[in-house]
């Protein structure tokens, strides 16, 4: 206890403790809280989930986001690591909104921003209007029942067929249409057989399970 060694994953620890630690800086040469808090966000979660140094010639990196349910400095976090790590694409699988209000679908701007393709598969949490609002960025590539090439990685991602933040659907009435829908999602995984299953609760994948090598959920 006085003397610890770790060993494997928890090599990391120390440093993840400093990264926690590591004192704020002026806030006079920041823009705002907000910058600040990403910066320091996502170098930890940089640090946390490093990856192969030294990747295979050719790889490719995709960035797996969720859930940033309308706030700023999700989307920044999104950005960084995408800038950080070099990211070929990033997929993001739902509920980039919360609650269904029009101005929420602003946060399309902040995405935009984002240099890489952002490829969205919306959740129960994005409404028609904020779904259509996203998909128009220049940027994005929102899939609902398609397939889309990243270098090589075919994706199919599949939107919730629901939205629930309005309260008019419940949680228990969702997550039936979800299983039934399921049956769709595997014909068509086995029909195109795609390296990754991409959708936001994983409901709509589990009769896929095990037809396809990766399954991506919020």
């Known amino acids: ?13 120390p440093e993840v403790i400093a990264a926690v630690n590591r004192r704020i800086g002026s806030f006079e040469q920041l823009s705002s809280r ?24 050719g790889s490719v990196a995709i960035l797996h986001v969720s859930d940033i349910h309308s706030n700023p400095i999700g989307v920044q976090i999104a950005r960084e690591l995408a800038r950080e790590f070099d990211v070929d ?11 269904g209000a029009s101005i929420e679908g602003r946060i399309a701007d902040l995405v935009e921003q984002i240099p890489v393709t952002y490829i969205f598969v919306p959740g129960n949490h994005d409404s028609f209007g904020n779904r259509a609002a996203l998909a128009a960025a220049d940027n994005v590539t929102m899939l609902t029942e398609d397939i ?6 075919e994706i199919l991602g599949w939107a919730d067929p629901t939205f629930t933040a309005s309260n008019e659907t419940s949680t228990e ?40 090598p990766l399954v991506l959920a919020g």
């Open 173 to 212: 009435e969702a997550n039936e249409i979800r299983s039934a829908e399921s049956v769709d999602v595997a014909e068509r995984v086995r029909n195109h057989l795609p390296d990754v299953l991409a959708v936001h609760d994983v409901r709509l994948a589990e009769q896929a399970i095990g037809d396809v």
């Open 89 to 99: 694409a990033i997929l993001d699988t739902g509920d980039v909104t919360s609650f």
């Open 34 to 57: 907000y910058e600040q808090a990403a910066t320091r966000l996502s170098d930890l979660l940089a640090l946390v989930a490093e990856p192969v140094p030294t990747p295979d010639e």
């Open 1 to 13: 206890f006085e003397e610890p060694r770790f060993t494997g994953t928890l090599e990391r620890a």
């Open 148 to 153: 889309v090439d990243v270098d090589g990685v």
